[in-house]
């Protein structure tokens, strides 16, 4: 069974960082592109970061470039976020999804997400 | 980036009617498009994916049609578990891949 768990959301400051993290398992973690999306209210659902599962290319969406960095731990199954000069629009749940191939966007599972606030 | 516009914006059904939802994407998309279901306080599902193509366990009664800009999801026959929020999703253009507002289907 497909398990994917985010942990690492918090309350932070604006200007402040923040690492999630997505602790995955059931599948073989290295051979799969992964994804952080986030969802507001304001905003609905907005992808954010993939990493492929072959050589570990990047891809971002303009709204986080330069300032967040998605990583993968295929040593522990782990997928990472590494978030910095957070600003009040970062604000959201974060997802991290399972693409259904090596780089690929379809997501066919998700896990239930962690909540990053910002405010000073 | 490409821009998916859903509608209606919600929709008020019986169960065991029929549903359509739409999505137009600003420019075409071909046929990378996916459908999500959301219900609340859960992660977003796949549905639909290459616009048409069931995702493991989805039952029957939900189809996907369109190319180019317009796509449609279709539920057969409403169920209970049915009631949530659907999003599309194209994946032809990017980054970024982009979702659409949502549609709201919810019992009348």
């Known amino acids: 069974e497909v398990q994917l768990m985010e942990s690492g959301g918090n309350l932070v400051q604006p200007g402040g960082s923040l690492r999630l993290s997505c602790a995955a398992s059931g599948f073989t973690f290295s051979l799969y592109a992964m994804s952080w999306v986030r969802q507001t209210p304001g905003k609905g659902l907005e992808w954010v970061s993939l990493?492929?599962?072959?050589?570990?290319?990047?891809y971002y969406a303009d709204s986080v470039k330069g300032r967040f960095t998605i990583s993968r731990d295929n040593s522990i199954n782990t997928l990472y976020l590494h978030m910095r000069s957070l600003r009040d629009d970062d604000a959201a749940m974060y997802f991290c999804?399972?693409?259904?191939?090596?780089?690929?966007?379809?997501?066919?599972?998700w896990g239930q997400g962690t909540v990053v606030s910002v405010s000073s | 980036d490409t821009v998916l516009t859903q509608s209606p914006a919600t929709l008020s059904m019986s169960p065991g009617e029929r549903a359509t939802l739409s999505c137009r994407a600003s420019q075409s998309v071909g046929s990378s498009l996916a459908w999500y279901q959301q219900k609340p306080g859960q992660a977003p599902r796949l549905l639909i994916y290459d616009t048409s193509t069931r995702a493991t366990d989805v039952p029957a009664r939900f189809s996907g049609s369109g190319s180019g800009t317009d796509f449609t999801l279709t539920i057969s026959s409403l169920q209970s578990e049915d009631f949530a929020v659907y999003y599309c999703q194209q994946y032809n253009q990017w980054p970024p891949a982009t979702f659409g507002p949502g549609t709201t289907v919810d019992i009348k």
């Open positions: 990493i492929s599962g072959s050589d570990g290319s990047t």
């Open positions: 999804a399972k693409g259904m191939s090596t780089l690929h966007l379809v997501h066919d599972f």
